[in-house]
Nanobody, 127 residues
Framework: QVQLVESGGGLVQAGGSLRLSCAAS????????MGWFRQAPGKEREFVAT????????NYPDSVKGRFTISRDNAKNTVYLQMNSLKPEDTAVYYC????????????????????WGQGTQVTVSS
């Protein structure tokens, strides 16, 4: 079992920044690829960022590329999502996820690719 707990969400004005954290416990997550997704009301869960097990490879959709940065600190069992230049359309519940495939360097872009999920943290961007 892997437990994931997100934090860092909140209300911010357009153009502002937030940093989300995802703390992992249970079976070690340091060797697993991780991802961030978001879901707005009435919409499907959307891929935001993914990082390989070592942190050397990342991938983003065009909608957040250049504004969001995913990183990880395996010594702290934590994955981060730095979000800059936030827009109202970034408003959503943000979830982190873990895929139980050790030492994978592949990109995983779909929610079905992941095995464990956090409870989510709300991000609201006002215009």
């Amino acid at each position: 079992q892997v437990q994931l707990v997100e934090s860092g969400g909140g209300l911010v004005q357009a153009g502002g920044s937030l940093r989300l954290s995802c703390a992992a416990s249970g079976r070690t997550h340091t060797s697993y690829p991780m991802g961030w997704f978001r879901q707005a009301p009435g919409k499907e869960r959307e891929f935001v960022a993914t990082i390989n097990w070592s942190g050397s490879r990342t991938n983003y959709p065009d909608s957040v590329k250049g504004r969001f940065t995913i990183s990880r600190d395996n010594a702290k069992n934590t994955v981060y999502l730095q979000m800059n230049s936030l827009k109202p359309e970034d408003t959503a519940v943000y979830y982190c996820a873990a895929r139980l495939q050790r030492y994978s360097d592949n990109y995983y872009l779909h929610p079905d690719d992941y095995d464990y999920w956090g409870q989510g943290t709300q991000v609201t961007v006002s215009s």
